[in-house]
């Protein structure tokens, strides 16, 4: 089996190297060696030669005759769920959809991030005392990372 704590170390000294900031989001090694690392950037998106530098920096430091493996490096896409905390510091300003554990969902602009919540700003709907209007407010909820099931970018075509 290939230790996990070397490829971790490989993607980290090429991504220093590279010094644009790069970070992994996951790394996985299957019982069949197969290692997936999905990398993402705190400013920008990652870039096909990103991929590629950390992809040859793993492949020419494991020894293929020790043991063979399958290697797959690619950007966090955008259909994924947010995984790391730089995740949701890129995302301040965009919509996202935030599922708790408890099955509620919260749709909104994400306004902050801090060690233990977010903060989304949603629009609710609430009736007016007297009249049969309905009105949208802004109201901005707090959420602790512990009550997060998972939160996605909402992607819009307007």
Do not use: W
Not at 77 to 99: A, C, F, M, S, W
């Amino acid at each position: 089996m290939i230790n996990k704590e070397k490829v971790i170390a490989l993607v980290e000294e090429r991504m220093e190297e590279l010094n644009n900031g790069l970070y992994i989001v996951e790394l996985s090694i299957s019982s069949t060696n197969t290692i997936h690392v999905e990398i993402d950037k705190i400013n920008g998106g990652v870039t096909v030669t990103d991929c590629v530098s950390v992809s040859r920096n793993v492949e020419h430091n494991l020894d293929r005759e020790e043991e063979d493996f399958e290697l797959h490096v690619s950007s966090a896409g955008l259909d994924k769920p947010l995984r790391h905390i730089n995740q949701y510091v890129k995302n301040i300003g965009r919509r996202i959809e935030t599922v708790l554990k408890d099955g509620k969902k919260i749709e909104g602009e994400l306004l902050k991030i801090t060690d233990d919540a977010l903060f989304i700003n949603e629009q609710v709907s609430k009736q007016i005392e007297n009249k049969k209007k309905k009105m949208v407010f802004d109201e901005v909820r707090e959420v602790n990372f512990t009550d997060v099931k998972e939160s996605k970018i909402v992607i819009s075509f307007k």
